[in-house]
């Protein structure tokens, strides 16, 4: 899906991802949607949980390749 | 950088009673599925790490400075991150865990069980799971029962201790955590033994407790292993009787509770072989036999004042009067179908592991071997 920006945080362990993520979408427009890219696999929890928490939206997410992929939209 | 605390370091201080106020800053679903415990009771909180980034004022004003924190998470990073956060904040002596919770999942504890001269006996306790192995040893050699899959444990144990592993044993094809037989077989070479009923259709190789034989340790003597067939909890299921004094039960006799029969979709038919077990195999034993069983459930009732988990079986048929005083098959049958619950849809992956029929990546393995086991029949005795 349409996307206004990229991070990957592939190699990345706790806390990196969520860390790296809500720095780069903190300087995004609200609703804008960054996707975000990651092999440690406690990060499917904890970017949904995240999101939740702070008032983003995880509207998409996916596998493949050992990879794992989340599209945020950025809260108002 | 802050300084860490190992997961031996983390069961010593809870069972000293150490002042200490653990954070765990995983998130909230990861914390309520499976988290720390151990002999005594613990001041334990749970604020995510990812509230220290959105708002770490926020989430350090929620801690008092006055006390002393340990951080936990799931691998180590996030408590690092949080342990210098609350350093930067003025919190004195943070440390955080080493190897997080998949390092606490692993860790046991051995403790020794007095016995008359002449051998040890150890238990080797996991409070991650709460789940018990346990040592026999005798004249440089020792017989591990249940090992669990952190194999290195056991080899540097009887590295430590100038002894080698002889024999291992299964009481039962484990649903609930990763076995370290198979793999401490092959590391060792000690004899593998496992029962038929359980371990028929597996890919390991073994040899096949014979219901009624007493395995001895090389040289013929120290104490004898008697095998007892015990089928209920699974097809398989097998308890050692050691010395005539100490029964290895696995999932068949809890301090409190007995292992559930309804882990094999054969609720009905496991549970008669079970109740047949217990009335003709199990309480047909003496009084003053010491139970050592494969699991607990809540150290407050389960545990000695050493904080071995471990009663004799006179105490535990009395702890337990609402399964032992049932006298008709059917009543203990009602029993069983009326505590059921379902199982972790992980247990059925786990057996095909145990029994050679899978073998997945080591994180994966990790993975699926955490959390607290589920296999008594009821969570409270009566
Ligand atoms: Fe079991």
């Known amino acids: 899906m349409a996307h206004d920006d990229e991070i990957d945080c592939s190699g990345m362990n706790c806390p990196l991802p969520v860390l790296k993520t809500k720095m780069k979408i903190d300087g995004m427009a609200a609703g804008s949607t960054l996707k975000v890219i990651t092999t440690d696999p406690g990060s499917c929890q904890d970017i949904p949980a995240w999101a939740n928490r702070v008032g983003h939206e995880v509207v998409e997410t996916g596998e493949g390749d050992g990879k794992f992929w989340f599209m945020v939209k950025r809260g108002e | ?382």
Not at chain 2, 60 to 86: H, N, W
Not at chain 2, 211 to 225: C, L, M
Not at chain 2, 344 to 370: C, F
Request: hydrophobic share 35%; with cysteine; net charge negative.
């Open chain 2, 1 to 382: 950088m802050s300084a860490s605390f190992t997961a031996e370091e983390l069961f010593q201080w809870i069972e000293e009673g150490r002042d200490y106020v653990y954070l765990d800053v995983r998130g909230e679903e990861d914390h309520a599925r499976f988290s720390i415990e151990g002999p005594s009771e613990i001041t334990l909180l749970n604020i995510p790490y990812y509230d220290f980034m959105e708002d770490p004022e926020g989430a350090v004003a929620q801690l008092d400075p006055s006390s002393t924190y340990r951080t936990i998470c799931a691998k180590q990073g996030s408590a690092m991150f949080v342990a210098e956060v609350l350093g930067e904040a003025g919190f004195e002596d943070v440390r955080w865990l080493e190897g997080g919770m998949t390092g606490w999942g692993q860790v046991l504890i051995p403790k020794r069980i007095s016995t008359p001269e002449g051998y040890e006996l150890w238990q080797f306790n996991r409070p991650g799971k709460a789940s018990c192995s346990y040592g026999l040893v005798h004249e440089g050699q020792m017989m591990v029962f249940d090992p669990s899959r952190n194999a290195d444990f056991y080899t540097s144990f009887a590295e430590a201790h100038g002894v080698r592993i002889t024999h291992l044993f299964e009481t039962h094809l484990q649903a609930d955590y990763v076995s370290g037989g198979a793999s401490l077989a092959a590391a060792t070479g000690a004899t593998y033994h496992a029962h038929d009923g359980d371990f028929a259709s597996s890919t390991l190789s073994y040899t096949s407790v014979v219901d009624g034989a007493t395995v001895s340790f090389e040289g013929g003597r120290g104490p004898g292993v008697l095998c007892t067939h015990a089928p209920g909890h699974t097809p398989g299921s097998t308890v050692y009787l050691i010395d005539e004094r100490y029964m290895v039960s696995g999932d068949t006799v809890f301090i409190v509770s007995v292992g559930r029969p309804d882990l094999g979709k054969k609720v009905v038919e496991w549970a008669k072989q079970l109740y047949a077990t217990l009335k003709e195999r199990i309480c047909t034993l003496p009084d003053a036999l010491m139970v050592l069983p494969g699991h607990y459930t809540d150290w407050g009732t389960e545990a000695t004042e050493d904080h071995l988990i471990m009663n004799d079986f006179g105490t535990i048929k009395a702890l337990n009067e609402s399964i032992y005083g049932l006298d008709r098959e059917e009543d203990f049958i009602a029993y069983i179908v009326d505590n059921m619950r379902d199982q972790p849809e992980v247990y059925n992956t786990i057996r095909q592991v145990n029994a050679g029929l899978l073998s997945p990546a080591a994180e994966e393995l990790d993975t699926m071997d955490l959390g607290k086991n589920e296999c008594a029949a009821s969570h409270m005795a009566a």
